[in-house]
């Protein structure tokens, strides 16, 4: 079945230190992947997104995800961690169905960075 | 200058009842999408329109009912409703059909049924 997959409920972290928040995805064909952020009480917002072209992709707030197509993986990572990007993550694939797509999510990944 | 805002942003109803949630986007997009978000924080396509016209209908019970008047426009009707509708619905767009657009979120409604 075609999906994603996060394989953490939440990652811990303290700031200043790098942090990965980890994503796998099932797609049949070239996948379409993305990265959302959502701040409690808040909607989602796009981080990044892969298409094609480099597998590494920089996106807002200093994120960067690195695209493996050998490990079906779409990691998301930051050199330094800040005390605000503690939120709820998202990493989402695009299945295309007939004459149509939809984006299917994973179930979130929690990232708390501590001071 | 809220790209897409979402009305009310909180609603608090009686099982039973029925009501609507609206939505409007001011970025010229062609595509909009409802989305429900569980207590869990699990997210799941409901429905999607393009240029007004419905795309996906996600197996949805039929007491929900989107209506696009416009393009910039994608509201949700709910007729009698139960417990289980309890959730924070979200509305996006995106600026069309091409996999490879992002979409754009609105704030959330978190409906309350009690």
């Known amino acids: 079945a075609q999906s994603v997959a996060q394989p953490e409920d939440q990652v811990n972290v303290a700031e200043g230190n790098p942090l990965t928040v980890k994503c796998t995805y099932s797609?049949?064909?070239?996948?379409?992947l993305f990265w959302y952020v959502q701040y409690p009480n808040r909607g989602l917002q796009f981080l990044l997104k892969?298409?094609?072209?480099?597998?590494l992709v920089k996106g807002s707030y200093g994120f960067e995800a690195e695209f493996n197509k050998s490990q079906t993986s779409f990691h998301l990572k930051k050199p330094s961690a800040l005390v605000s990007d503690s939120a709820l993550y998202f990493c989402?694939?695009?299945?295309?169905?007939?004459?149509?797509?939809?984006?299917?999510f994973g179930a979130g990944t929690r990232l708390a960075v501590h001071p | 200058d809220t790209a897409v805002s979402q009305t009310p942003k909180y609603l608090v109803t009686q099982m039973g009842n029925d009501k609507s949630i609206k939505c409007e986007q001011n970025?010229?997009?062609?595509?909009m999408y409802w989305y429900k978000q569980d207590s869990k924080k699990f997210l799941k396509i409901m429905f999607s329109y393009n240029n007004k016209e419905l795309i996906i209908n996600e197996t949805v019970p039929n007491r929900f009912s989107p209506k696009s008047p416009d393009k910039a426009h994608l509201n949700l009707h709910i007729n009698s409703l139960e417990l289980g509708d309890s959730a924070v619905y979200f509305c996006a767009s995106s600026q069309d059909t091409s996999p490879g657009f992002e979409q754009y979120f609105g704030p959330g409604t978190r409906l309350t049924v009690t």
């Open positions: 970025l010229g997009h062609d595509t």
């Open positions: 989402a694939v695009r299945l295309l169905r007939g004459g149509y797509n939809k984006l299917i």
């Open positions: 892969y298409i094609t072209g480099d597998n």
């Open positions: 797609v049949s064909g070239n996948p379409y």
